[in-house]
């Protein structure tokens, strides 16, 4: 395949895209995921005459009684996707006082912005399996991308950006709640970014609700501080549990469950549970479940819900109802006892 690139201004390419001569392809490309953070970094490359990587395009249809031809974007929609909405004021694109308004520029720089010269890199007539080929292999890397990485890819908001300073927290270092793979293959970002959902609605199977929470809370994600906040009582309760570091509490799963159910007990019911006796109940729950001999039901179904589908809604209740019971044990004693 032989391409042939050139340069086009700003001009030429915004009014293709609103004239309908330069067509998207979004059957094949990434949706429009760009947080506002990110559009307006890239704006700032534009004015200020930095240059970015080339985008491709390909040759279209045309209309043999006209003459008029249309070509298609293979890689680059996200980038002359903001340049229109800059130029247009949409209201998609909301300005912070660091990137004035297309109105507001001078006419020198806004002939400067429209005259900018874009690198584009021109595939000619190709089929749309060719040009999937192209795509794909543009935006390819060495290995299958699992679920958090292709969220990766897609969403670099404040959403995600909360996951990866949970993930960085101390706390997990200390107890080693993830692997090495784990933080590699971004599955570290992925189980705090799952967690903090749940803690905002309830149970789901997997991370089925990860994507919405990551395009709602992509551009702004008001809770943050106040979630930190909670969530690092938690753990700090889970450090005064004193939980022995070979307790199975260690494991995703089971850790999981206990910061959702305390959280629910502590943060949302105000609820105080005696740290001694919850510690006490759990480390012979969690012994009970490891070791041979004979087993009660909820030990059992417990075990079961550990083991097999631990991810799924069902098992994620189930462990959460057990995990609850003793809390609430903890918390009726201690109120209890100051009668």
Known sequence: MRTVATNRKVRVLITSLRDG?????????????????????????????????????????????????????????QRITTLFQYFSGSSELKLDDAIPAYSQLSAKDKNAFLEYDVVVRDLGTVD??????????????????????????????????????????????????????????MQDVRFCLVLVATLMSTYFDGDTELEDYLEKYNDDFPKAAGLKRSIESILEVIERLHL???????????????????????????????LTRLSAALSAFYQKIEADGPKGRDVLAYSKASFQGTNHRGNRI??????????????????????
């Open 21 to 77: 001569a330069l067509i998207p392809r979004p059957e094949f490309q990434r949706r429009l995921v760009w947080s506002n953070r990110h559009k307006q970094a890239f704006l700032d490359t534009v004015l200020k005459g930095f240059p970015f990587p080339e985008i491709y395009i390909a040759a279209g249809e045309v209309d043999p009684d006209t003459a008029q031809g249309t070509e298609m974007l293979v890689d680059g929609q």
């Open 128 to 185: 749309i399996g060719q040009i999937r080929e192209v795509f794909q292999r543009i935006n390819s890397t060495r290995y299958a991308l699992n679920a958090m990485e292709i969220h990766n890819a897609r969403y670099d908001g404040e959403f995600k950006t909360f996951g990866e300073e949970l993930a960085e927290l101390k706390f997990f270092e200390i107890h080693r709640v993830f692997t090495a793979s784990d933080v590699r293959r």
């Open 244 to 274: 022995p570091e070979g307790s199975r509490v260690w494991r995703k799963p089971d850790f999981f469950t206990l910061v959702v159910e305390l959280y629910r007990a502590i943060v949302e019911e105000k609820k105080k549970p005696a």
């Open 318 to 339: 189930l462990r959460g109802g057990i995990v609850r019971q003793f809390i609430e044990e903890a918390s009726v004693r201690k109120a209890n006892a100051l009668l």
